[in-house]
């Protein structure tokens, strides 16, 4: 199994995943199917689940070997805090080329390395241990949800950054007017108001009000980074958990679902 990413805003995609992926898990397992890299994961406490594909064309190269044609996959599970901070290290010129072989079933390769010499960015070699990790996979239905709105992923990192010096949670109120924000705590309160002209895409239910508390711990953690998308979409429903979707481009995406808090 060979995959490369050569594209330098893809390069940095990749970095950005893997960075959200490790604040819900410190283990990963990472299936490399015949058209996709497909990653399903849950946080410790069982209040995220996340689900990421990435298609074969999204990388530069994607090769699974042919010895593996008549099984479904080539599963490897490793430590993200580890994998992060190998593909983070990358240089401008540096390609990410992640590899195995059934020679060595027990790690993972991990080379950066430039097609062209650049004075003073060396090609780095790095090899991390597979490990065992039992995770039963869900599967994930597709629902109609009540509301629906698209926002500028940097807006949305910005005020969950802000949020947190005010709250533990966030209830998200959306009516046909508005959606508004709410944090408090200790250190006071803070609430944001999003006119829906100021969405990208917005829809709800004709006449429904909706009132969610979810983690605002959680929420900001999918909310780190706007390197994965330039816009994020956000999915409520009183009956399903929350989904926030990135599309990666070349019909690809990381979604994330968090359950809401349960009020009295």
């Given at each position: 199994m060979k995959v490369t990413i050569s594209n330098k805003n893809k390069k940095d995609l990749f970095v950005a995943l893997f960075q959200i992926i490790k604040g819900c898990t410190s283990v990963v397992r990472?299936?490399?199917?015949?058209?996709?890299?497909?990653?399903?994961?849950?946080?410790?406490?069982?209040?995220?689940?996340?689900?990421v594909n990435i298609q074969k064309k999204w990388f530069d190269e994607y090769i699974v070997d042919e010895y593996i044609a008549n099984e479904s996959a080539i599963v490897l599970c490793f430590d993200t805090n580890i994998f992060h901070l190998i593909i983070s290290s990358k240089q401008e010129?540096?390609?990410?080329i992640i590899h195995s072989t059934s020679n060595d079933s027990d790690s993972i390769n991990i080379d950066l390395v430039s097609q062209e010499h650049t004075k003073g960015?060396?090609?780095?070699?790095?090899?991390?241990?597979?490990?065992?990790y039992d995770y039963?996979?869900?599967?994930?239905?597709?629902?109609?949800?009540?509301a629906e709105f698209s926002i500028s992923s940097k807006k949305i990192c910005e005020i969950m950054s802000q949020m947190l010096a005010f709250g533990s949670d966030l209830n998200i109120k959306c009516s046909e007017e508005k959606i508004d924000l709410?944090?408090?705590?200790?250190?006071g309160e803070m609430l944001?108001?999003?006119p829906i002209d100021d969405l990208n895409e917005y829809?709800?239910?004709e006449g429904d009000v909706i009132d969610l508390k979810y983690s605002l711990n959680y929420i900001s953690k999918m909310c780190l980074t706007n390197k994965l998308s330039s816009e994020v979409i956000?999915?409520?429903?009183?009956?399903?958990?929350?989904?926030?979707?990135?599309?990666l481009g070349d019909n690809s995406s990381i979604v994330f679902y968090i359950a809401p808090k349960i009020t009295d």
């Amino acid at each position: 199994m060979k995959v490369t990413i050569s594209n330098k805003n893809k390069k940095d995609l990749f970095v950005a995943l893997f960075q959200i992926i490790k604040g819900c898990t410190s283990v990963v397992r990472v299936i490399f199917q015949q058209d996709k890299m497909y990653i399903q994961g849950m946080d410790k406490s069982h209040i995220c689940l996340f689900e990421v594909n990435i298609q074969k064309k999204w990388f530069d190269e994607y090769i699974v070997d042919e010895y593996i044609a008549n099984e479904s996959a080539i599963v490897l599970c490793f430590d993200t805090n580890i994998f992060h901070l190998i593909i983070s290290s990358k240089q401008e010129s540096h390609n990410i080329i992640i590899h195995s072989t059934s020679n060595d079933s027990d790690s993972i390769n991990i080379d950066l390395v430039s097609q062209e010499h650049t004075k003073g960015e060396f090609n780095k070699y790095f090899k991390i241990p597979l490990v065992d990790y039992d995770y039963d996979e869900m599967n994930i239905p597709v629902v109609e949800y009540d509301a629906e709105f698209s926002i500028s992923s940097k807006k949305i990192c910005e005020i969950m950054s802000q949020m947190l010096a005010f709250g533990s949670d966030l209830n998200i109120k959306c009516s046909e007017e508005k959606i508004d924000l709410v944090t408090d705590g200790i250190a006071g309160e803070m609430l944001v108001n999003i006119p829906i002209d100021d969405l990208n895409e917005y829809s709800i239910v004709e006449g429904d009000v909706i009132d969610l508390k979810y983690s605002l711990n959680y929420i900001s953690k999918m909310c780190l980074t706007n390197k994965l998308s330039s816009e994020v979409i956000f999915s409520i429903s009183a009956n399903y958990p929350m989904k926030i979707n990135y599309d990666l481009g070349d019909n690809s995406s990381i979604v994330f679902y968090i359950a809401p808090k349960i009020t009295d």
